[in-house]
Protein backbone atom coordinates (compact mmCIF):
# COMPACT_ATOMS: atom_id res chain seq x y z
CA UNK A 1 0.00 0.00 0.00
CA UNK A 2 1.72 3.35 -1.25
CA UNK A 3 0.75 6.21 1.23
CA UNK A 4 2.83 8.27 -0.94
CA UNK A 5 2.69 8.67 -4.21
CA UNK A 6 5.21 10.19 -6.99
CA UNK A 7 2.87 9.68 -10.22
CA UNK A 8 5.24 11.43 -12.87
CA UNK A 9 8.64 9.11 -12.81
CA UNK A 10 10.45 11.65 -15.02
CA UNK A 11 10.18 15.31 -15.93
CA UNK A 12 12.16 17.50 -18.14
CA UNK A 13 12.10 21.37 -18.72
CA UNK A 14 14.26 24.18 -19.55
CA UNK A 15 16.87 25.89 -17.90
CA UNK A 16 15.47 29.01 -16.65
CA UNK A 17 11.86 27.95 -16.51
CA UNK A 18 9.60 26.40 -13.54
CA UNK A 19 9.85 22.95 -12.54
CA UNK A 20 6.84 21.32 -10.54
CA UNK A 21 6.81 17.74 -9.18
CA UNK A 22 3.92 16.76 -7.67
CA UNK A 23 3.37 14.52 -4.96
CA UNK A 24 0.04 12.60 -3.69
CA UNK A 25 -0.45 11.03 0.00
CA UNK A 26 -2.98 8.77 1.35
CA UNK A 27 -3.34 8.63 4.76
CA UNK A 28 -4.51 11.96 6.60
CA UNK A 29 -2.45 11.38 9.75
CA UNK A 30 1.04 12.98 8.28
CA UNK A 31 2.90 15.48 10.19
CA UNK A 32 5.01 16.87 8.21
CA UNK A 33 5.88 16.02 4.32
CA UNK A 34 9.92 17.24 3.21
CA UNK A 35 11.72 16.82 0.16
CA UNK A 36 15.03 15.45 -0.89
CA UNK A 37 17.08 15.47 -3.68
CA UNK A 38 19.23 12.78 -4.58
CA UNK A 39 22.01 12.70 -7.03
CA UNK A 40 23.90 9.08 -8.42
CA UNK A 41 26.15 7.52 -5.85
CA UNK A 42 25.26 9.95 -3.13
CA UNK A 43 22.23 9.78 -0.55
CA UNK A 44 19.72 12.04 -0.25
CA UNK A 45 20.02 15.70 0.35
CA UNK A 46 17.06 17.93 2.12
CA UNK A 47 15.61 20.47 0.45
CA UNK A 48 12.72 21.65 2.38
CA UNK A 49 9.77 21.10 4.76
CA UNK A 50 5.98 21.84 5.37
CA UNK A 51 4.21 20.71 8.53
CA UNK A 52 0.71 20.32 8.17
CA UNK A 53 -0.66 23.26 9.79
CA UNK A 54 0.86 25.29 6.81
CA UNK A 55 -0.38 25.10 3.34
CA UNK A 56 3.00 27.21 1.49
CA UNK A 57 6.84 27.36 2.98
CA UNK A 58 9.40 28.79 0.84
CA UNK A 59 13.13 28.49 0.54
CA UNK A 60 15.15 31.01 -2.10
CA UNK A 61 14.05 29.63 -5.44
CA UNK A 62 12.51 26.43 -3.89
CA UNK A 63 8.64 26.80 -2.61
CA UNK A 64 6.54 23.88 -1.33
CA UNK A 65 2.74 23.97 -1.65
CA UNK A 66 0.41 21.86 0.42
CA UNK A 67 -3.46 21.10 -0.34
CA UNK A 68 -4.50 19.30 3.02
CA UNK A 69 -8.20 18.22 1.10
CA UNK A 70 -6.81 17.21 -1.81
CA UNK A 71 -3.97 15.34 -0.50
CA UNK A 72 -1.33 16.86 -2.00
CA UNK A 73 1.86 18.77 -2.24
CA UNK A 74 3.98 20.15 -5.37
CA UNK A 75 7.96 21.95 -5.30
CA UNK A 76 7.87 24.49 -7.45
CA UNK A 77 11.86 25.55 -8.15
CA UNK A 78 12.08 28.39 -9.90
CA UNK A 79 14.36 29.26 -11.95
CA UNK A 80 15.35 26.14 -12.29
CA UNK A 81 19.30 24.99 -13.50
CA UNK A 82 20.83 22.52 -14.77
CA UNK A 83 22.18 21.56 -11.80
CA UNK A 84 18.41 20.45 -10.29
CA UNK A 85 19.02 17.72 -12.49
CA UNK A 86 18.22 14.47 -9.78
CA UNK A 87 16.17 12.58 -8.44
CA UNK A 88 13.49 14.22 -5.93
CA UNK A 89 11.78 12.29 -3.30
CA UNK A 90 8.76 13.09 -1.38
CA UNK A 91 8.65 11.92 2.10
CA UNK A 92 6.35 12.35 5.28
CA UNK A 93 6.00 12.01 8.73
CA UNK A 94 3.22 9.75 10.27
CA UNK A 95 2.10 11.32 13.39
CA UNK A 96 2.45 9.75 16.93
CA UNK A 97 4.99 9.54 19.13
CA UNK A 98 6.02 6.26 18.01
CA UNK A 99 6.82 7.25 14.34
CA UNK A 100 9.20 10.03 15.36
CA UNK A 101 12.31 9.19 13.01
CA UNK A 102 10.11 6.92 10.62
CA UNK A 103 9.74 8.46 6.83
CA UNK A 104 7.25 7.47 4.16
CA UNK A 105 8.78 7.57 0.90
CA UNK A 106 7.68 8.13 -2.56
CA UNK A 107 9.11 6.84 -5.30
CA UNK A 108 10.56 9.74 -6.65
CA UNK A 109 10.49 11.92 -9.60
CA UNK A 110 13.55 12.39 -12.03
CA UNK A 111 13.94 15.89 -12.97
CA UNK A 112 16.12 16.96 -15.52
CA UNK A 113 16.85 20.50 -16.83
CA UNK A 114 18.17 21.23 -19.97
CA UNK A 115 20.82 24.09 -20.85
CA UNK B 1 31.99 19.13 10.03
CA UNK B 2 32.00 15.89 8.39
CA UNK B 3 29.09 14.37 7.04
CA UNK B 4 27.48 10.60 7.40
CA UNK B 5 30.02 8.34 7.03
CA UNK B 6 28.92 4.63 6.16
CA UNK B 7 31.52 1.62 5.62
CA UNK B 8 32.01 -0.56 3.94
CA UNK B 9 30.95 1.50 0.17
CA UNK B 10 30.01 -2.14 -1.43
CA UNK B 11 29.77 -5.49 -0.45
CA UNK B 12 29.37 -9.03 -2.08
CA UNK B 13 27.58 -11.73 -0.37
CA UNK B 14 26.23 -15.35 -0.67
CA UNK B 15 23.02 -16.29 -0.03
CA UNK B 16 22.84 -17.68 3.84
CA UNK B 17 25.52 -15.53 4.50
CA UNK B 18 25.51 -12.31 6.97
CA UNK B 19 26.56 -8.85 6.96
CA UNK B 20 27.24 -6.31 9.21
CA UNK B 21 26.99 -2.33 8.36
CA UNK B 22 28.80 0.41 9.80
CA UNK B 23 27.56 3.97 10.23
CA UNK B 24 29.14 7.35 11.84
CA UNK B 25 26.96 9.66 12.18
CA UNK B 26 27.52 13.69 12.24
CA UNK B 27 28.70 14.59 15.46
CA UNK B 28 26.60 15.68 17.73
CA UNK B 29 23.89 13.94 15.84
CA UNK B 30 22.44 11.70 18.20
CA UNK B 31 19.37 10.05 16.36
CA UNK B 32 20.61 7.31 13.76
CA UNK B 33 17.82 5.72 11.13
CA UNK B 34 18.34 3.48 8.51
CA UNK B 35 16.90 3.23 5.12
CA UNK B 36 16.85 0.35 2.41
CA UNK B 37 16.20 1.25 -1.48
CA UNK B 38 15.57 -1.15 -4.17
CA UNK B 39 14.49 -0.42 -7.62
CA UNK B 40 10.58 -1.71 -6.99
CA UNK B 41 9.98 -0.93 -3.24
CA UNK B 42 11.74 2.35 -3.54
CA UNK B 43 13.18 3.80 0.02
CA UNK B 44 11.71 2.04 2.88
CA UNK B 45 12.24 2.72 6.60
CA UNK B 46 14.16 -0.33 8.82
CA UNK B 47 14.72 0.99 12.37
CA UNK B 48 15.71 4.29 14.07
CA UNK B 49 17.85 4.38 17.39
CA UNK B 50 17.97 7.27 19.72
CA UNK B 51 20.40 7.15 22.55
CA UNK B 52 21.25 3.38 22.18
CA UNK B 53 17.45 2.36 21.88
CA UNK B 54 15.72 1.63 19.17
CA UNK B 55 12.28 3.67 19.30
CA UNK B 56 10.87 2.95 15.88
CA UNK B 57 10.97 -0.44 13.57
CA UNK B 58 9.91 -0.79 9.86
CA UNK B 59 8.13 -4.26 8.55
CA UNK B 60 11.09 -6.30 7.60
CA UNK B 61 11.50 -9.83 9.15
CA UNK B 62 13.60 -10.44 11.96
CA UNK B 63 16.81 -10.82 10.13
CA UNK B 64 17.30 -7.15 10.12
CA UNK B 65 18.40 -5.64 13.00
CA UNK B 66 20.27 -2.97 14.00
CA UNK B 67 21.91 -1.17 17.65
CA UNK B 68 23.72 2.18 18.49
CA UNK B 69 26.73 2.66 20.68
CA UNK B 70 26.89 5.44 23.53
CA UNK B 71 29.00 7.46 20.73
CA UNK B 72 25.85 7.49 18.46
CA UNK B 73 28.04 5.14 15.62
CA UNK B 74 25.60 2.41 14.53
CA UNK B 75 25.67 -0.84 13.06
CA UNK B 76 22.94 -2.68 11.17
CA UNK B 77 23.16 -6.74 10.63
CA UNK B 78 21.68 -8.80 8.14
CA UNK B 79 21.35 -12.80 8.78
CA UNK B 80 21.15 -15.42 6.63
CA UNK B 81 20.51 -13.29 3.50
CA UNK B 82 18.52 -13.72 0.44
CA UNK B 83 19.03 -12.22 -3.32
CA UNK B 84 15.72 -9.79 -2.10
CA UNK B 85 18.14 -8.10 0.14
CA UNK B 86 20.35 -6.86 -2.42
CA UNK B 87 19.92 -3.07 -2.25
CA UNK B 88 21.38 0.15 -1.41
CA UNK B 89 21.39 0.92 2.25
CA UNK B 90 21.33 4.35 3.37
CA UNK B 91 21.98 5.53 7.22
CA UNK B 92 21.01 9.04 8.32
CA UNK B 93 21.46 10.64 11.25
CA UNK B 94 19.89 14.00 12.81
CA UNK B 95 19.97 15.54 16.28
CA UNK B 96 17.03 14.78 17.67
CA UNK B 97 14.54 11.44 17.27
CA UNK B 98 12.37 12.53 15.19
CA UNK B 99 11.92 13.60 11.22
CA UNK B 100 11.22 17.05 11.82
CA UNK B 101 14.83 17.42 12.67
CA UNK B 102 15.93 16.93 8.95
CA UNK B 103 17.71 13.66 8.29
CA UNK B 104 21.35 13.82 6.62
CA UNK B 105 22.00 10.68 4.72
CA UNK B 106 25.32 8.64 3.97
CA UNK B 107 26.19 7.86 0.41
CA UNK B 108 25.08 3.88 1.45
CA UNK B 109 26.37 0.75 0.98
CA UNK B 110 25.49 -1.11 -1.73
CA UNK B 111 25.17 -4.94 -1.07
CA UNK B 112 25.03 -7.34 -3.42
CA UNK B 113 23.20 -10.61 -2.50
CA UNK B 114 24.60 -13.41 -5.51
Given at each position: DQQVKQNSPSLSVQEGRISILNCDY??????YFLWYKKYPAEGPTFLISISSIKDKNEDGRFTVFLNKSAKHLSLHI????????AVYFCAAIPN?????GKLIFGQGTTLQVKP | KAGVTQTPRYLIKTRGQQVTLSCSPISGHRSVSWYQQTPGQGLQFLFEYFSETQRNKG????RFSGRQFSNSRSEMNVS??????SALYLCASS?????ISPLHFGNGTRLTVT
Open positions: TNSMFDVPSQPGDSGSGNT | NFPGTLELGDLAAGG
